[in-house]
């Protein structure tokens, strides 16, 4: 029935995961010079896990309610290489490389996507 | 949702925060030499002190500014204030003396350095989100 529902696969909540990576980062730089500003980053497979999470719905009043884990978004703090006087954990140097590497990451996700994208019009088109 | 939308709205508070620190540097090395009648009315150097924008902070409704930062106020700097004793300036003081700045060009220096290079981080960072959305948007093409 649905031939299409699934056909970005996991890339689709993948971009999202990266998009919000993209962001996280770039808070860190703004805040490259804020005290006491403390860095950020993602876990990347629990904030995956977190997106594609789908609660299970009661269908019967007998049924148990589910027994969730608690909300983890992912968000974790970073661990600086050097401690600075003003209580800021942002490495300039560090976040820079992890933002190239992100947005590398980003479009490593969007040719999958594009890739798949080109495969369905390849298909509807039927040449 | 928007989350690449609101990179620009964050690296946006960040280059208007250093803006703000350079524009403070500019204004003590203008000030470095000025000399005043008093201690109290002698200049201090400026420093901005930046805070981060966090959730129930005053945030500007068209871009997602959360995460961002701001400048939060501006202190003086506590270096003390240099005497000189010149009676033949126009502004001393009955006993010949007059009060510089705590102005250190040096430091002035470093501080706007320090700035430029965070605001090119912040460039960088918009350049980059840039790129990115013009490709996710180019996936309607091909």
């Known amino acids: 029935m649905n031939l299409l529902s699934g056909a970005f696969g996991i890339h689709e909540k993948a971009l999202q995961v990266r998009s919000q990576r993209m962001e996280v980062l770039a808070r860190n730089i703004a805040n490259a010079d804020t005290p006491n500003y403390k860095a950020q980053d993602v876990d990347f497979k629990a904030m995956l896990q977190d997106v594609q999470r789908e609660s299970l719905t009661a269908t019967n009043d007998k049924h148990y309610a589910a027994i969730e884990e608690g909300p983890d978004n992912g968000m974790r703090y970073r661990v600086p290489y050097n401690s600075s006087f003003d209580g800021n954990t942002v490495e300039i140097s560090v976040e820079q490389a992890q933002f190239g590497k992100a947005a590398g990451d980003y479009q490593a996700t969007l040719q999958f996507l594009g890739n798949r994208i080109g495969g369905i019009r390849k298909a509807l088109k039927g040449e | ?142």
């Open chain 2, 1 to 142: 949702m928007n989350t690449i939308d609101s990179v620009f709205g964050i690296a946006g508070t960040a280059l208007n925060a250093q803006m703000i620190r350079m524009n403070t540097t500019a204004s003590n090395l203008a000030n470095a030499t000025t000399v005043a009648s008093s201690e109290k009315d002698a200049f201090r150097a400026k420093r901005p002190v930046f805070k981060a924008l966090v959730q129930d902070e005053m945030t500007n409704a068209a871009f997602a500014q959360l995460g961002g930062v701001k400048v939060d106020h501006i202190v003086d700097d506590p270096t003390p204030i240099r005497s000189l004793y010149e009676p033949s300036n126009p502004s001393a003081d009955k006993d010949g003396m007059v009060y510089l700045s705590n102005v250190n060009e040096m430091q002035e220096m470093v501080e706007m350095m320090a700035a430029s290079r965070s605001y090119q981080n912040n460039v960088e960072v918009v350049n980059t989100a840039k790129q990115l959305m013009s490709r996710t948007l180019d996936l309607t093409k091909s």
